[in-house]
C-alpha cells in the first residue's frame, strides 16, 4: 500500500509540474469551421417533493468570430408531488432570441429576450395559460474542445423579475445557471 501512495503522489507531482501538460490551456480560442452553430442545453434537478425537467434546443449564426446571434426553443415543467391535495405540474412552452459576444477567449457575455407560454395542471385539470416575458443578461465562459465545439458555463440576471413580488414570473429567482454545448457546421 506505501509503494502505491508513493507511485501515485510521484506521478500527481510529476504531472502538476511538468510543462507539456496543458490539455485544457489553449493557447488561443480556436477558429470554429462554418458560420452556424448548434446545440443546447438540458435541466434537470429534484429538490424535497418538486422535480423540475427541461430541454433548450438552440441555432445561433456567427455574424463574426466574436458576435454570435440566435434563437432557442424552450420546454420547461416542474412537477410537485402532494399526496395530500393532489399533484401539480407546470408546463412551459416558448422560444428566445439571443445574441452573445465573446470578450477575451472563452468568456463572453450574453443577452437573451425569452417568450414563454406556461399552464398548470391540478389533478387531471388543466388551466387556463398565461404568457410571459423575460429579458437575461450576463456573462459566461466557453471551454473549447476541438475547432468544431465548446461546452459553456453561463450566469444570468433576470432583468424583468420584480423583486416585490407584483410580476408574474415562471422563475423563482432572479439568476439562471446554464450548462450547455455547441457545435459548428
Given at each position: 500500500?506505501?509503494?502505491?501512495?508513493?507511485?501515485?503522489?510521484?506521478?500527481?507531482?510529476?504531472?502538476?509540474?511538468?510543462n507539456?501538460?496543458s490539455?485544457?490551456?489553449l493557447?488561443?480560442?480556436?477558429?470554429?469551421?462554418g458560420r452556424?452553430v448548434?446545440g443546447?442545453?438540458?435541466?434537470?434537478?429534484?429538490?424535497?417533493?418538486?422535480?423540475?425537467?427541461?430541454?433548450s434546443?438552440?441555432?445561433?449564426?456567427?455574424v463574426f468570430?466574436?458576435?454570435?446571434?440566435g434563437?432557442?426553443l424552450?420546454?420547461?415543467?416542474?412537477?410537485?408531488?402532494?399526496?395530500q391535495?393532489?399533484?401539480?405540474?407546470f408546463?412551459?412552452?416558448?422560444?428566445?432570441?439571443?445574441?452573445?459576444?465573446?470578450?477575451?477567449?472563452?468568456?463572453?457575455?450574453?443577452?437573451?429576450d425569452?417568450v414563454?407560454?406556461?399552464?398548470n395542471v391540478?389533478?387531471?385539470?388543466?388551466?387556463?395559460?398565461k404568457?410571459?416575458?423575460?429579458?437575461?443578461?450576463g456573462?459566461?465562459y466557453?471551454?473549447y474542445f476541438?475547432?468544431?465545439?465548446?461546452?459553456?458555463?453561463?450566469?444570468?440576471?433576470?432583468?424583468?423579475?420584480?423583486?416585490?413580488?407584483?410580476?408574474?414570473?415562471?422563475?423563482?429567482?432572479?439568476?439562471v445557471?446554464?450548462?450547455?454545448?455547441?457545435f459548428g457546421f
Open positions: 500500500m506505501k509503494r502505491i501512495t508513493t507511485l501515485l503522489a510521484t506521478l500527481l507531482f510529476a504531472l502538476c509540474f511538468t507539456n501538460v490539455a485544457q490551456l493557447p488561443d480560442v480556436p477558429q470554429m469551421k452556424w448548434m443546447g442545453n438540458f435541466a434537470a434537478g429534484m429538490y424535497g417533493n418538486c422535480l423540475n425537467l427541461g430541454i434546443p438552440q441555432i445561433g449564426y456567427r468570430d466574436c458576435l454570435e446571434v434563437t432557442r424552450i420546454y420547461e415543467l416542474d412537477y410537485i408531488f402532494d399526496r391535495n393532489g399533484n401539480y405540474s408546463h412551459y412552452f416558448g422560444g428566445a432570441a439571443y445574441t452573445s459576444f465573446r470578450v477575451y477567449k472563452g468568456i463572453f457575455i450574453h443577452a437573451e425569452e414563454l407560454y406556461g399552464m391540478y389533478n387531471h385539470t388543466v388551466s387556463k395559460g404568457w410571459f416575458n423575460s429579458v437575461f443578461a456573462a459566461g466557453r471551454q476541438s475547432n468544431r465545439g465548446f461546452a459553456y458555463l453561463l450566469v444570468l440576471y433576470n432583468l424583468s423579475y420584480d423583486l416585490n413580488g407584483s410580476l408574474e414570473t415562471p422563475y423563482a429567482q432572479p439568476i445557471f446554464r450548462v450547455g454545448y455547441c
